[in-house]
């Protein structure tokens, strides 16, 4: 039995049906797919991150690649405001000694000399 013939016709739909939502893909690489030439694919590909089709990838840093967002990052709602719950405003006062630091100062000092004169 035969498996079915893709299409292979250079067009946006065939390409963003063509890539996995999630994977990143070079220009060369949907090329392939297409059996088309990478100079004639990238043109399309720049289209599509324009109309907000397909990201830009940083994923390989020598190379620009392309990426189709999955179906979640493409339907999720921005997320709105937070909403909190009306309180008064706490009030902090930093006003006189700070205290028990004096015995954390000491002993990160007797530790820091017993290391300085172990060597």
Known sequence: ???PRLNDELSPANVFDRMEPGKTYGASNIAAKLRARTDAVRPLL???VKDGKLEISRERPAMISFRRPSSHEIHSEPAGPVLSVAAPPLAVRL?????CYDSEIARRVALCMTLRGAR
Do not use: C, I, P, S
């Open 1 to 3: 039995m035969a498996r």
């Open 46 to 48: 720049e289209q599509m």
């Open 95 to 99: 006003d006189g000694n700070l205290t």
